[in-house]
């Protein structure tokens, strides 16, 4: 029997599209049959992956490549004011004059800095993996006469921050590209004070048309996933900011952690 269907080649063009848009939306995170490491453990490595990331995935996601500190200058961009509104960012905080902060993955201080006037017998401890945004730092610092603002240099796997000694420890578009970040938060945790808070700011992957690439957005979901995995409670989510999630995290108090024990 001959089909005379002349539609079905915009048919499959449609089709075609739609898969093509499906692959770029997920960052090729989603293609799962050529997991090279057993699933189960906390890592797996894929050959085949999106561009922008290293290869590994951690929670069912891709970790996306860090950012180079030849792109600092990107960081300092005037657009930011607008599109990220960070004073704003950082009177959500609710920061205290002696609360000791942690920005991890700081970058050049753009948040450090922005923090450092509001905790005037506290300080910032500025956490990054690259030497070179240290060196950034420290000159930043120096030129701008700033004493409390502290440049931590960082290794993949572990804040260097001391224990039980951070009020809260902010992370704006910063934790998607953390090479372990189970450990990376581990240690966060262990650095936070009973009833301290972690901060989390990241582009709203739930959203297609927010045109950065998919590795550096992250949705609610995953986040929440990620971070109750290290024992961290969701207190809330900000939604003020116009492309952003800022989330809420605690690390509950002795009392709350021994009662989850005893039930
Ligand atoms: C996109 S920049 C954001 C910088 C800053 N938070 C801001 O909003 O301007 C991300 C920073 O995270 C740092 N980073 C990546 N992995 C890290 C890790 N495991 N520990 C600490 N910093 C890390 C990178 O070196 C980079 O400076």
Redesign the pocket.
Known sequence: MKVNNPSLPLRVIVIICFILLWLLLTGFGALQPNALAESGTVYQERSRHSSDGIGKFYMGREIAK????TEALW?ERAS?EVT?QPQQVVEALDLKPTHVVA?????????SFRMSPLVPEGKVLA????PE?IDILNFLKQENNITNVEPIL????D?NLPDESVDLAL????YH????PKE?MEGVVKSLKPGGRVVL?EYRRENPLILIKALHKMTQKQVRKEMQTVGLQWLETKHFLPQQHLMVFEKPKEQQIAARQEV
């Open positions: 860090v950012m180079g500190h960081l930011r990220e920005d991890i993955g700081a970058g050049t201080g753009y948040f956490v990054d993996i690259q945004m960082a290794s993949a796997t804040p992370m704006v578009d910063a590209e953390f090479e372990y990376v700011v």
